[in-house]
């Protein structure tokens, strides 16, 4: 047998984690929080400003007014932000179910 195999998941009472266990849990969510926000908010203002570009620039030609276009680049931008947020935690979610905290990780389990 490969002893390099993983040991099967043992589900743990979370009131039974010592200390440093909890530590390990709470930093490992904590920072990987920040970056998940960090890079959330570099890509939607990315993805905003490119699409605030190109709708300033066809409203702009159409002659649409500053009021119109940027009332309709913000509508725009928070359909998009939204978006990138909701993929965005897609893989947050995933990156947490597929890291280690510690000895610890997380499993999903049918109810």
Do not use: C, H, N
């Amino acid at each position: 047998m490969d002893q390099t195999a993983a040991a099967p998941a043992t589900a743990i009472d979370p009131s039974t984690l010592r200390a440093g266990e909890w530590v390990q849990l709470v930093f490992g969510f904590l920072w990987r929080g920040v970056i998940y926000t960090i890079v959330i908010v570099i890509v939607g203002g990315i993805v905003g400003g490119i699409a605030g570009g190109i709708i300033g620039v066809v409203m702009g030609m159409g002659g649409y007014g500053i009021a119109g276009i940027q009332r309709i680049a913000q509508w725009v931008g928070g359909f998009l932000g939204f978006g990138v947020g909701l993929v965005g935690l897609k893989f947050y979610i995933q990156w947490l179910l597929g890291a280690r905290f510690g000895a610890l990780r997380l499993s999903l389990v049918r109810a």
